[in-house]
Structures are given as structure tokens and as C-alpha cells.
């Protein structure tokens, strides 16, 4: 069940919400692609693969929201033990503060961008709501962007994407169905600016320059061709409400369009972030 949208929440409401009452931003996990499933929340994604010889779960969602995701994950009919790799876009508690619970109990191995792991030691107040807290962990692994992760017949391209945080990540893989055909599915890992306004930015201590790379990522990535888009937020490209488009013979998700018009709206937004900014030097 998703929130009612007739009062739109602010998404610091929304959070809470998602904290206090997580049966509140519940929803039915659904099929994306062929290998890749949904079973996030209503607030934020996270990704089953199936890769033919275990699983790989991108994103965690928040503490007290795991037990959707394991909830999820078996209404699929797959066994979250099953969970070899656990791949997080970045280290806001959204999308790991499930971490250490799904660890312990999958023994998954976890990945993470090197330069969110600062968040974990130096800086908690960036990543934490006020009151919510979360179990500590530690990466088994940084992504290095040049060996592809691989389980069973996936192979996950990543590619350092700074901006939203300074680890930001996004994934790049592709999938077949029974008849063969391939699709390439892409994930932005944090297309957010909320971290990127004059306060965040004065808050966090990160310079300038971390914009100008947040737009010089876009830019390279908004020209792939990218069959499947996979919201790190579902509502970034309207998931949830293409899901009773779901047929037989429709995947709604599929369309290069998304992938293109998200990025190019995202870079017109930084642009104008970048001009209307108070902040100098660098
Ligand atoms: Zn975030």
C-alpha cells in the first residue's frame, strides 16, 4: 500500500513516515526486466537479480524497512539467503541503513563507493535523520569501476558518478529474456540536489567543484542508450505508476526515452542550482 498522494509529504515527512510506520510505504514487489525485480518501498528502490547462481540486491532501503525487502523477495518465490552481493548507490541511510541487518542474515558480500565511506566514520550527521539510527558495517569491497562485478551470467558495470554524495554510484548491465534478446538497464545512483544547495554544500564542507562533476557525469551519461531505467527513488521515473501497465506482452519499462530525459533534466536543474548559488571559489 503507497501513501496517499492527495497531501504530498515534504521528503524529510516522508522519511519519518517511512521510519515510524514502514507498512506505510509498503508496496508489491514487481518484475522490472527479465532477471530484475522490484522490491523497494514507495519512497526508495532496490533491485533483485537473479543471476542464475544466487542473487544480487542493489540497495538495502532503510533499518526498519528490511523486513519488506526479505517480505518482497520471497513473495518473488526466491530465498533472501540466496543474497550473494549487496550493492549500495550510495551511503544515505535510505538506501543503507538496512546494511547490517541483511548482511548478518544473508552473509552477502557488500560493495560501496570509497568515498562515501567517510559518512560512516567521520561523518554521521550527513547520512542520519535526527533519532534514526542505524547498525554500523563495514565494505567488504569498493567498486573500482573497471571490473565489472560478475555472479551467474551478470556482469554489473559501474561507473563513479559524484554529485548526490562524493560516492555516488551507478550500474550498468544487461539482461536477457527466453528468447534471447538482450536489454541494457541502467541505474543513476543519486540524481538528488538537495545535497548540493548552498547550505548542504556549506554543511558538508564539499567543494565546489563536486557540481561541476555532478554535471560533467550527466552530460557523459545522458548519450547511452539505455533500454530499462531503474529509479533509484521510484518516482523519479514514475514506477510505481506504470506497474498495472504490467502484461503479458507489455513491459512498460521499457523505454530508451526515460533514461535520456531523466539525465537532461537533471542537467538542467544543476545548471540553474549553479547559477542561481550564492557560493564562490572553489
Ligand atoms: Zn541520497
Avoid at 69 to 85: A, T
Avoid at 187 to 201: R, V
Avoid at 252 to 279: C, G, H, Y
Wanted: proline share 5%.
Amino acid at each position: 500500500m503507497a501513501i496517499s498522494q492527495k497531501n504530498p509529504m515534504t521528503p524529510i515527512e516522508y522519511l519519518r513516515q517511512g521510519c515510524e510506520c514502514p507498512w506505510e510505504v509498503a508496496v508489491e514487489p514487481f518484475k522490472v526486466a527479465p532477471q530484475v525485480y522490484y522490491v523497494g518501498n514507495s519512497w526508495v528502490g532496490a533491485y533483485l537479480i537473479d543471476s542464475g547462481e544466487g542473487l544480487i540486491l542493489i540497495d538495502a532501503t532503510m533499518h526498519n524497512q528490511v523486513y519488506l525487502v526479505l517480505e518482497s523477495i520471497r513473495k518473488l518465490g526466491f530465498d533472501p539467503q540466496d543474497i550473494k552481493l549487496l550493492l549500495l548507490s550510495h551511503a544515505h541511510y535510505d538506501h543503507c541503513g538496512g546494511v547490517r541487518p541483511i548482511i548478518e542474515y544473508t552473509g552477502a558480500k557488500l560493495y560501496m563507493g570509497k568515498e562515501d565511506a567517510y559518512f560512516l566514520t567521520e561523518r554521521p550527521d550527513l547520512i542520519y535523520t535526527e533519532g534514526y539510527a542505524f547498525g554500523s558495517f563495514q565494505p567488504d569491497y569498493y567498486y573500482d569501476d573497471v571490473t565489472a562485478i560478475s555472479l551467474g551470467n551478470i556482469s554489473i558495470h559501474t561507473m563513479h558518478t559524484p554529485g548526490h554524495t562524493p560516492g555516488t554510484t551507478s550500474f550498468f548491465f544487461a539482461v536477457q529474456d527466453k528468447s534471447g534478446n538482450t536489454y541494457r538497464c541502467g541505474l543513476h545512483g543519486g540524481i538528488g540536489l538537495n545535497t548540493l544547495t548552498d547550505e548542504l554544500m556549506q554543511e558538508s564542507g564539499w567543494p565546489l567543484s563536486m557540481r561541476e562533476e555532478f554535471l560533467n557525469s550527466l552530460e557523459k551519461l545522458s548519450g547511452m542508450e539505455i533500454d530499462i531505467t531503474l529509479g533509484s527513488h521510484p518516482a523519479q521515473v514514475n514506477m510505481l505508476e506504470k506497474v498495472e501497465k504490467i502484461s503479458e506482452t507489455c513491459n512498460p519499462f521499457l523505454d530508451r526515452a526515460v533514461w535520456t530525459t531523466l539525465l537532461q533534466q537533471r542537467i538542467l536543474a544543476i545548471k540553474e542550482l549553479i547559477m542561481a548559488s550564492n557560493l564562490s571559489g572553489c
